[in-house]
């Protein structure tokens, strides 16, 4: 595949491609099947030379940083509602706890009761959603943020379909497969602040930044800053956590439990957590501020989906019925909020 793996990160079997050849339809096939491969080896892919303009993203993390400088009760005018199943708004320190698979009132309180997740995040969506509204901060307060986060949502819609068009060609099904169950309007825009922590304290497991855990919906397009943090499991050694760095230009895109469960596990959804950085750069045993931008795509709540043609036979049966999208998804989100 001349030109389309342009390296592995570090030490680990992710593989950074070249998404241009898929998108000027040079080589279509061959970025599909190598997205397909380390999707299936490791959950996730940095794509370089994406339909992503670099001067959106940077404008994004701008309005980001300057979302999060704002006062507290400021940006608590926009808040994120009591329950995770509503996720739109602002959630301040403390407020969310991710979990991994706990659905028992008890465990989950127990989970919750332990280090909580330092961290800030802003949710918005379709604008036009009636199932989860948007939650905008008052008129007149940081004038533009929310015009801003509309238009980067869907200019992320398009890079998410051209990555599930790549999906649908590796899995060796018609190009536009997963195009009408993926109309962008229950995705879901965060912007996320990883406040100056001390390192001894996550060392201690006082705190946590995000804890271990892996992503609901079908896929994740997630751009990061260089301050580092964000470790992928191995998938050969489960509890073994590898750093998945800012490379320039690129983003990382992830599959996430739905699609897995979609394409009966021949696709990986890998536990991720963000936890201190290699970098040696700390500040007197803090960790840098953090902020990552991750674009949530997820199958349309409407769609029920039952195991992907060809990922089944008789030598291999379907592992999972039939489900819908709305129903799984809302299930995961429930159980993060207090």
């Not at 990160?9 to 997205?35: H, N, P």
């Amino acid at each position: 595949m001349p030109g389309i793996k342009l390296g592995l990160v570090l030490d680990s079997d992710l593989w950074v491609l070249d998404f241009k050849a898929f998108i000027d339809g040079s080589q279509k096939q061959e970025v599909a099947d190598a997205m397909l491969e380390s999707l299936k080896d490791t959950g996730f892919v940095y794509l370089a030379n994406h339909s992503l303009p670099k001067e959106k993203i940077d404008d994004m993390f701008k309005w980001s940083k300057s979302f999060f400088d704002l006062p507290l009760e400021t940006k608590q005018l926009a808040p994120h509602p009591p329950s995770g199943q509503h996720h739109r708004g602002y959630s301040a320190m403390g407020v969310e706890k991710v979990s991994q698979h706990l659905y028992d009132p008890e465990e989950l309180a127990e989970h919750r009761a332990n280090a909580p997740d330092a961290k800030e995040s802003f949710e918005c969506g379709d604008e036009e959603s009636v199932d989860m509204p948007n939650i905008w901060l008052p008129d007149g307060i940081l004038s533009g943020f929310k015009e801003s986060c509309l238009e980067f949502f869907w200019l992320c819609h398009e890079l998410e379909l051209l990555v599930m068009r790549a999906l649908a060609l590796g899995l060796h099904l018609p190009e536009d497969y997963f195009v009408a169950t993926h109309t962008g309007v229950n995705n879901q825009l965060r912007l996320l602040h990883y406040p100056s922590v001390s390192i001894k304290d996550l060392e201690q497991n006082k705190i946590t930044r995000v804890g271990a855990h892996s992503d609901f919906g079908s896929i994740t397009l997630l751009m990061q800053d260089a301050a580092g943090g964000l470790e992928i499991e191995d998938p050969l050694e489960p509890g073994n956590f590898n750093p998945a760095p800012y490379i320039e230009d690129a983003i990382i895109v992830n599959a996430g439990d739905f699609l897995m469960r979609w394409s009966n596990d021949t696709i990986k959804s890998t536990i991720h957590r963000v936890h201190i950085p290699h970098s040696s750069e700390t500040l007197d045993g803090m960790t840098m501020s953090r902020y990552s931008i991750p674009y949530f795509c997820t199958t349309d709540f409407d769609k029920v989906v039952d195991c992907l043609p060809g990922t089944w036979s008789e030598d291999r049966p379907k592992q999972y019925d039939a489900i819908s999208a709305g129903e799984y998804i809302k299930r995961r989100l429930l159980t993060n909020y207090k």
